[in-house]
């Protein structure tokens, strides 16, 4: 059974936009020794905006954003998101003859009897298309139209304001180690991870790779100590749901990711852990 005590940490907790869903998970984070965040939406705002548009021959700027908008219409990843806000002309929905996506790869659409591919330079590969790379580091969109490569987008996500002191008070609070695990690319992970100041980051993964990574972490750990993962979108629900706690963003995060985990962080900031912890230490002196 749990102490009458924790109740009084939840409240707590709650006052400062944590929901924790248990009096247990209030006792765990006190023994929490390794945290493991997701990037996208965790770490950085999750919301894009595109900074370049490169065409390649025989397509112009605005043929290729004109593609990537009806490709991306019926999607609401962040991605798909800030391409539809930088075209502002209409998308032809109706158009769409089918669609598919690609895990951790990007779109695959047929508008209008065309082939419309959508995605990183992974979808590129797959479907042998020769693609240019872009010196800048950022999000890549790569668009090809019945196999033809027709450029790329460069877009880039900005890191939330309280990540870094995040990061730091973790460590100040005795966590050993932070680890990044991303979908995105190496360069932005690289990028991300060094002015952060992360201990070790994972990137290119699928959904199913961050269940293995975690499911490793949690292998080599001792019992005792407890592992966290902090996500936020519907591909990090298995994760929340394997570590020993799940910490959701609240207010951007996908109802399944709420849903698996077991402490909420209402105001999507990642410094909001460093308050939970605090609560639990204290919690754990008045209880014991
Ligand atoms: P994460 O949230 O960690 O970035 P995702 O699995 O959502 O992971 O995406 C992984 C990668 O797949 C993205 O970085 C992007 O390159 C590509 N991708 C996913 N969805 C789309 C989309 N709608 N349009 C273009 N690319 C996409
Ligand atoms: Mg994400």
């Known amino acids: 059974s749990i102490p009458l005590g924790f109740f009084g940490g939840i409240g707590a907790a709650s ?48 043929e290729l954003l004109e593609l990537a908008a009806q490709a991306e219409s019926n999607s609401n990843h962040p991605i798909a998101l800030s391409i539809l806000e930088a075209y502002e002309g209409e998308v032809g929905v109706a158009q769409l003859d089918s669609y598919q996506e690609i895990a951790g790869c990007g779109l695959k659409v047929v508008i209008a009897g065309k082939e419309v591919l959508a995605g990183n330079y992974k979808l590129m590969e797959r479907e042998g298309i020769t693609y240019l ?31 870094k002191e995040a990061i730091k008070g973790l460590k100040r609070l005795g966590i050993e180690q932070v680890i990044m695990l ?18 070790d980051y994972r990137a290119e993964l699928l959904p199913q790779d961050k269940v293995t990574e975690l499911e490793k972490l949690l292998k080599n750990k001792e019992e005792k100590d407890k592992l966290l993962f902090v996500g936020d979108g519907i591909n990090d ?7 020993d706690i799940g910490v959701a963003m609240g207010g951007l995060g996908s109802d399944a990711a ?20 605090n609560i639990a230490k204290f919690t754990r002196k008045v209880v014991w």
């Open 15 to 62: 006052k400062h936009g944590v929901l924790v869903k248990g009096g247990n998970y209030l006792e765990a984070l006190n023994s929490a020794k390794t945290v493991v965040m997701d990037k996208t939406g965790t770490l950085t705002e999750g919301t894009f905006k595109v900074t370049d548009i490169m065409s390649a021959e025989g397509f112009t700027k605005k």
């Open 133 to 163: 790379s872009p010196k800048q580091v950022g999000t890549v969109v790569h668009i090809a139209t019945d196999g033809k490569y027709a450029g790329y987008i460069l877009i880039a996500d900005r890191i939330k304001i309280d990540a």
């Open 182 to 199: 991303t979908g995105d690319n190496l360069q932005v992970a690289k990028s991300v991870a060094d002015e952060l100041g992360v201990d």
């Open 237 to 243: 629900a298995p994760v929340l749901a394997r570590a």
């Open 258 to 277: 709420i849903e698996a985990a077991d402490v909420v962080l209402m105001k999507d900031k990642p410094s909001n852990l460093i308050d939970a912890i």
